[in-house]
């Protein structure tokens, strides 16, 4: 059965993030009193994504590298988008991912109190990618650098849980569809399956949030409709952790979240050997 | 139900006076790490923190990441059934409902006293050469798994990752997540364990007090192999693994119970194993019992058998502290009295002269002079003759040989201290790495890869056969069903309608009475000339069988003719015979001869594999005799060089009483000097 390798540190997998960092994500989604610049929304993603991986990976005398991580920006140019004492490295162990956020950052979050009302906090917040907007749109050329990646990656890791890659963008590629790329992503293989190919949109175009939806019909435009259609169907343990999260699943329910919140696919993710077919 | 992720509950815990609303937690701080934020422990189902309460007391807290089933029930079942239990391995812990606020709404967290310990693998691969340490929570793991067995519990997830060695050394399961308890029985599982830990028989509907039988046997017979053999863990466990010794594909193919045979306190152990690995069914798992297995103790003691220091330590010491040193006597002189007394007296006369000198000068000098330097003159030599002098000076020689002999024992003393200190790096504390070299295989090992060895060069031959073998069978497929053609059209040839031939038919009713009615039926035809009663010669034939038979009434004539015939039919059926195979016959026994390659490739491959394996254990187990050996020569080597510390420590204190006796005796005789001569 696919999707059910061991993630352990004999047999670790990858996590590739490929980030849109084109101009276009300047702009500004949401409304009312969250109004945020969509690089933001990406980046803050990203952050808290690496975070969760790295608290989901600790263990007594610290971090193992089940997983490693790689992180590509796409706008201005194509390239690594770690900050701080990563920058410029491709593929990096979690345990140095652990151990070297760009900075901590200062917070303050309203959060509910419980009786109605708001209470103001203040949070330290891990950041190891800074929100960048600049530049042209080259998403087939940064889907195909990762693709490279997870190439590598397979071939040095034959039989591990197939790699993971989260594309997160605005959707609007300057260099042509990127549907070629996706494919060939989604065709690299482990023993024990595909890639996972996940995207996140993050678009101005209103219409109601979707997490792992299984049709594209209340999508409201062509770059949502292609997004979904270029992300891999959630295999089945997934659909289960979904499920067990109140969200509705079927065969066709696929990795792509729209303007809505994609860190529980950390939530999905066993480590070690689980007998996966939980109620 | 979504459940917060672990950095939810992380940035939670950045305020824990809002976050909790036990007192001991609220208002508590979180162990944090380096980089200042909250330190996690995660597993699949939950992340646990480390707090300290205002008071300073530590408690780990579990934040659960995913939803389990009735938890709350399944707390409240477990806590109870755990309160009877009471047993130094259990983890107390307090169900809180509504234990934690995170992203404005509670959830619930499991309070428990914060263990300082390691998990199970961890902690091995640090006391891997340690075998008490692993005997003693080999045993302390048997003992936790019957206490469970006898109360009718299940943990459900008994694996590396809910064992923890505390700083004692001490075994504590945590992790009651699964625990099967009676009432919870209609319940069903919360989950099915860890994969390299569990049957694969194991589905959700197994749920009751046998849960655990599998997983026991697993992790016990691992810890006790280690126990005897901590090489198993470099041989059977790759870095990083998550498991022991054993994963799930050892459960199915087993090869790993061939590889580990051999060494005869294994035996029972495996067949613990054979039997929980071949049970069709759960409910054939044994019982965990390990009463048929040797104990870890015995497995430590097992062949360790070697010499050591306590055996020389407790040779008898004398103990020369314990006795008085002679005391510093008063000599005197024995002899020569007459002698010092007369230049005593002299002396005096001498002495007396001095006052004399006043008055009478030349004669007061004269009596001194003489009186003193007689006596002088008396006194040295016979105080010089006294044997007490002799003495003195043996007793002061004496004294310095003693200093130089407790100089010199002192100097070994430091030696052979420092040597074992040397040593100590090989001592038996230390680990010993199994060397790559000069491990040769035991003859039995050695006799068994033979053995293999041969069985896989037969397997290679008969690969390399099967090539020719092809072309052979190829080659008579092929005249088989040239053959066929030849027999097929030969057989269309009635003989009575050969008429061409010149046979008549009374001839042709001759040859169907020998049961030859077509060409098919013969295989040749002999002419005698001249032979015969007519003399016009006879013809015999060769049958399909073999058998050979005269046909009456043929002539050699007749005999030729049928030969010539049947020869010329021979010709035309083989010239239109096929040259070769059709495609789909080649197809088929090339096919056929696929299929027998790749059984024998994949029989030579398991060979191989088997070999290989076999190679390692043998390796691994000449290696682990060297060890063995090294660890008891340097086990042995330790014992020799704490026996030579023990023996110059022994001469030191025998040479500092031989020099404290000879200095005794050296002062006794100093006393003696000339005054004691003379003024005695
Ligand atoms: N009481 C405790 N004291 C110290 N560490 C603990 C305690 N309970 C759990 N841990 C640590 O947290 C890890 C995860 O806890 P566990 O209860 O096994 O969670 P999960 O159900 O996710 O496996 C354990 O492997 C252990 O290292
Ligand atoms: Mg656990």
Redesign the pocket.
């Known amino acids: 059965m696919p999707y059910t390798a061991e993630i352990s540190r004999a047999n670790p997998t990858c996590f590739v993030f490929v980030v849109d960092q084109s101009g276009s994500m300047q702009d500004q989604i949401g409304g009312g009193e969250v109004v945020q610049r969509k690089a933001q929304v990406v980046s803050d993603a990203i952050n808290r994504l690496l975070y969760e991986l790295t608290l989901k990976c600790a263990?007594?005398e610290g971090v193992r590298d089940y997983f490693h991580v790689a992180c590509l920006g796409y706008g201005a140019s194509v390239g690594s988008a770690f900050a701080g004492a990563l920058r410029e490295r491709e593929m990096v162990p979690l345990s140095e991912i652990a151990t070297n956020p760009a900075r901590l950052e200062e917070r303050t979050k309203k959060t509910p109190d419980g009786a109605g009302g708001l209470v103001e906090q203040t949070v330290k917040f891990p950041v190891w990618l800074d929100p960048v907007a600049d530049g042209g749109t080259p998403m087939t050329q940064a889907l195909a650098q990762a693709r490279r990646l997870v190439s590598d990656w397979v071939d040095a890791h034959p039989s591990c849980f197939p790699p993971v890659v989260l594309h997160l963008t605005d959707g609007e590629s300057t260099d042509g569809d990127p549907s070629t790329a996706t494919q060939g992503i989604m065709s690299l293989l482990s023993t024990d399956g595909n890639a996972l190919l996940f995207n996140l949109h993050v678009s101005s175009a209103g219409g109601t949030p979707a997490t792992f939806p299984d049709n594209d019909a209340a999508l409201p435009d062509q770059f949502a409709k292609l997004l979904f259609s270029i992300s891999s169907y959630l295999p089945e343990h997934m659909k289960v952790y979904a499920k067990q999260q109140g969200l509705a699943t079927s065969d066709g329910t696929r990795g792509f979240v729209y303007n809505a919140d994609v860190t529980s696919i950390v939530q999905f993710l066993d480590i070690g050997t689980r007998a996966s077919d939980l109620r | 139900m979504k459940y917060p992720s672990g950095a939810d509950y992380a940035e939670a815990l950045q305020n824990t006076a809002a976050c909790f609303r036990d007192p001991e937690l609220a208002g508590g701080t979180v162990q944090s790490t380096p980089l200042g934020m909250p330190r996690a422990?995660?597993?699949?189902?939950?992340s646990?923190f480390c707090i300290v309460s205002p008071r300073g007391k530590r408690y780990?807290i579990?934040c659960f990441t995913r939803h389990i089933v009735d938890q709350q029930d399944r707390y409240v079942a477990v806590s109870t059934a755990l309160a009877d239990l009471d047993r130094p391995w259990q983890?107390a812990f307090d169900y809180q409902q509504y234990g934690i606020f995170v992203q404005g709404r509670w959830y619930p967290l499991l309070k428990?006293?914060?263990?300082e310990?390691q998990?199970l693998l961890p902690w091995l691969e640090e006391h891997l050469h340690d075998s008490e340490a692993i005997a003693d929570v080999t045993a302390e793991f048997g003992a936790a798994v019957s206490d469970l067995q006898s109360a009718g519990l299940a943990h459900g997830d008994l694996q590396h990752?809910?064992l923890?060695v505390d700083r004692a050394g001490r075994l504590r399961v945590?992790?009651y997540?699964g625990m099967f308890v009676q009432s919870l029985a209609n319940r069903g599982a919360a989950e099915m364990g860890h994969l390299n830990y569990q049957s694969p028989l194991r589905t959700m509907d197994d749920f009751d007090q046998t849960l655990d039988r599998f997983a026991a046997w697993l992790i016990y017979v691992s810890l006790l192999l280690l126990v005897d053999d901590p090489g198993l863990w470099i041989q059977f466990h790759d870095e990083g693994e998550e498991k022991l010794l054993f994963g799930r594909d050892d459960f199915v193919d087993q090869e790993v119970l061939e590889a580990l045979s051999g060494p005869p306190e294994f035996d029972p152990a495996l067949q613990s194993l054979r039997s929980c690995w071949d049970a069709d069914d759960l409910a054939q798992v044994p019982p965990f019992d390990p009463a048929a297995l040797p104990t870890p103790s015995e497995m430590l003691s097992g062949d360790f058998v070697v010499s050591t220091a306590p055996a020389a330590a407790s040779r008898a010491r004398r103990t020369r502290s314990a006795e008085p040193l002679p005391p510093v006597e008063d000599l005197e002189f024995c002899g020569g009295l007459l002698l010092s007394r007369t230049s005593l007296a002299l002396a005096v006369v001498g002495l007396l002269g001095l006052p004399l000198a006043v008055f009478l000068p030349v004669a007061g000098a004269a009596v001194a002079v003489a009186g003193l330097l007689t006596a002088v003159l008396i006194a040295v030599p016979a105080y010089r003759s006294q044997p007490e002098n002799d003495a003195r000076q043996s007793a002061a020689a004496e004294l310095a040989a003693r200093r130089h002999d407790r100089e010199v024992a002192e100097d070994r003393l430091a030696e052979v201290q420092q040597g074992e200190r040397g040593g100590g790096a090989r001592g038996p504390g230390r680990t010993v790495v199994p060397s790559q070299r000069a491990a040769s295989p035991s003859q039995h090992d050695a006799q068994r890869l033979r053995e293999l060895e041969a069985e896989r060069a037969r397997a290679h031959d008969a690969l390399q056969e099967l090539q020719s073998t092809e072309a052979v069978r190829l080659r008579d497929a092929l005249s088989r069903r040239q053959e066929t053609h030849v027999q097929a059209l030969l057989k269309a040839n009635e003989i009575d309608r050969a008429i061409l031939l010149g046979v008549n038919r009374s001839l042709a009713r001759q040859l169907a009475s020998r049961g030859v009615f077509t060409a098919a039926d013969l295989t040749s035809v002999e002419v005698i000339d001249g032979g015969g009663r007519s003399g016009r010669g006879q013809t015999m034939v060769v049958l399909r069988s073999g058998r050979r038979v005269k046909i009456d009434g043929f002539t050699a004539a007749n005999g030729k003719s049928l030969r010539s015939w049947y020869l010329g039919e021979v010709a035309k059926a083989q010239a239109s015979a096929p040259i070769a195979l059709s495609a789909s016959e080649t197809a088929k026994i090339r096919q056929g001869i696929e299929i027998e390659r790749r059984q024998l490739k994949s029989a030579q491959a398991r060979l191989m594999k088997r070999i290989s394996q076999e190679n390692r254990m043998a390796k691994h187990r000449a290696q682990n005799g060297q060890v063995r050996e090294r660890q008891n020569d340097s086990r042995n080597a330790a014992a020799a060089a704490r026996r030579l510390v023990l023996g110059a420590q022994d001469d030191l204190e025998e040479a500092q009483w031989a020099e404290q006796v000879a200095a005794r005796r050296a002062e006794s005789y100093a006393r003696l000097n000339v005054w004691r001569f003379l003024l005695r």
Do not use: H, R
């Open positions: 263990k007594e | 422990i995660s597993g699949n189902f939950a646990v780990a579990k983890v428990m006293e914060w263990i310990a998990g990752g809910n923890l945590i992790d997540d």
